[in-house]
């Protein structure tokens, strides 16, 4: 199962073998399925940059280290995957990876940028909701650490979706309030598809994949019927967002 955790209950039933805290077990519930969306599109963009390097080793960098930096080095074994933010410790890096230390809120200071070589395709998976800095300001950051013509994958929360316009329409606030602790203070801001459009055009990203879905999982009933109605609900009303971009 190691060499094809793709799956989203394959995902699940790794993790839930390792000595997780409960917080963990709790979040891996809720993301499980978005991983296995996820890497989709990295095996996608994979595949192509793979055809394309030749023997040279593919350089990863994975934006907030978690679960699925853990899963792209169990099966991406010829990549380097590198990792930026804040360290995970309950996963440990190979001896050919390395992690950058840097908060992304300092990308509102460009003469603080980290000058690292550039990485063939970055991973910013639901970390801009997450970081009260501009996000031109940090996609123009990020795409520095990006080859010309690599990628980056974006995934974020709609912040349009349905189950935020109804609570809205019934006087309540869908957003949580910033929480009382600096080192997890939950989302800052949250992005709508045209706002997302404008901050990677600025960046000098070009859109190659575009995908919304529901793909987390609170299990209750009420989530359920919603997932299967968002089958048909127009791309702007769901979940989640999922940009694939390449450096212009």
């Not at 023997?55 to 930026?84: C, H, S, W, Y």
């Not at 639901?126 to 995934?155: D, K, N």
């Amino acid at each position: 199962m190691m060499n094809n955790l793709r799956r989203a209950e394959d995902i699940l039933e790794y993790f839930n073998q390792q000595d997780l805290d409960n917080d963990s077990r709790e979040f891996l519930r809720y993301q499980y399925r978005r991983y296995e969306f996820l890497f989709q599109k990295i095996d996608k963009v994979f595949a192509k940059l793979s055809s394309a390097s030749g023997q040279r080793a593919i350089k990863i960098m994975d934006i907030g280290p978690g679960f699925q930096t853990e899963i792209m080095r169990l099966t991406l074994p010829g990549a380097v995957v590198n990792t930026l933010g804040f360290r995970d410790l309950r996963f440990h890096a190979r001896p050919k990876d390395q992690h950058f230390e840097f908060d992304l809120n300092n990308a509102q200071f460009p003469d603080r940028w980290l000058k690292l070589e550039p990485h063939d395709l970055v991973i910013l998976a639901e970390v801009l909701e997450h970081l009260y800095t501009s996000p031109v300001l940090v996609l123009q950051c990020v795409a520095r650490w990006i080859t010309s013509g690599g990628f980056l994958i974006l995934q974020t929360p709609n912040a349009c979706a349905l189950h935020k316009r109804i609570k809205m329409l019934f006087g309540k606030n869908p957003f949580d309030l910033i929480r009382e602790t600096a080192d997890n203070p939950g989302h800052f801001r949250e992005y709508t598809l045209s706002e997302l459009f404008c901050f990677t055009d600025q960046a000098g990203l070009r859109l190659v994949d575009l995908a919304t879905w529901n793909y987390f999982d609170n299990s209750s009933w009420v989530h359920k019927i919603y997932n299967a109605v968002s089958r048909v609900m127009p791309a702007s009303l769901r979940q989640g967002i999922t940009m694939t971009l390449q450096k212009i």
